[in-house]
């Protein structure tokens, strides 16, 4: 298993945020939404939630996800990985319809 | 008395951080009624709350197994590990996401989340996975919780 701090990331919420406004900032901010359940494998971590998990992607290349700290809380960070987006492409079940990009 | 219940059972007992004291008590009494029936207790959780485990049950009498909480979950998502009954022990957001996953990954076990802290029910309502819950305002006096995890657990106590 990794360790997500040993990778370059940017934080787009800050620690605290709860799963509700993590999903709603991704379904809200972004074109690209992939859902994952808990457990889904990104960039070597098990990525830990409330279900559905929802992934968003920019510019075909950064991942932006969910992640917590069992003290510390969940915060939302978006990564560069152009492997991983197209893991995700390949691999998570569901998408955002069109239709439902606000 | 004993109450004899789930001989062979395999429980994974999951912790939060160490921050409100009844947890680490009530940690130790539930593994210990656990093993007490024939359970075999996995207890997981962050490294600092399996060190005080550690240091308070320093011959391993109540507690036997741990494993830190990242690397547990990657077992159970690998099938390395499983269990029959899983009891989550939460006081924050956090932890109930732990528990929202380890629900989903252990979708035949007995679940038990255990609510508690200083403002536990907005907590309680945020869970929207079948389990059963232990709701119980409180961090110092474990004597409320423990009543009502002995009956959700179906436990006979002596009065001591």
Redesign the interface.
């Known amino acids: 298993m990794g360790c997500i701090e040993s990778l370059k990331y940017e934080k787009i919420l800050p620690l605290g945020a709860s799963f509700k406004e993590c999903r709603e900032y991704v379904e809200k901010n972004y074109a690209e939404v992939w859902y994952v359940e808990p457990g889904y494998k990104l960039f070597d971590e098990y990525i830990i939630g409330l279900p559905p998990i929802a992934l968003g992607i920019e510019e075909g290349t950064k991942i932006t996800f969910p992640y917590t700290k069992p003290c510390h809380g969940t915060y939302l960070l978006r990564i560069e990985g152009q492997e991983e987006v197209e893991r995700v492409r390949k691999t998570a079940k569901t998408k955002k319809q069109a239709g439902n990009i606000r | 008395m004993i109450d004899p219940v789930s001989p062979h059972e395999k429980a994974i007992i999951i912790l939060?951080?160490p921050?409100v004291p009844v947890q680490q008590a009530l940690a130790l009494y539930v593994a210990s009624g656990l093993r007490d029936r024939g359970a075999d207790v996995l207890v997981t959780?962050?490294p600092?709350v399996l060190g005080l485990l550690k240091v308070s049950d320093p011959k391993s009498v109540y507690i036997t197994k741990t494993l830190v909480?990242?690397?547990c979950?990657?077992e159970?998502?690998e099938k390395k590990q499983d269990c029959t009954l899983c009891i989550v022990f939460a006081h924050?957001?956090?932890?109930?996401?732990?528990a929202?996953?380890l629900r989903?990954?252990l979708p035949g076990s007995r679940f038990i989340v255990v609510v508690f802290g200083k403002d536990p029910e907005p907590l309680a309502a945020?869970i929207?996975?079948p389990c059963e819950t232990i709701v119980e305002k409180v961090v110092h006096n474990p004597a409320q919780l423990k009543a009502k995890i002995n009956k959700v657990l179906g436990w006979v106590v002596s009065r001591v």
Do not use: P, R
């Open positions: 939060g951080c921050e959780g962050n600092s909480l990242e690397t979950i990657a159970i998502v924050n957001d956090a932890a109930i996401a732990y929202a996953t989903h990954l945020e929207n996975f």
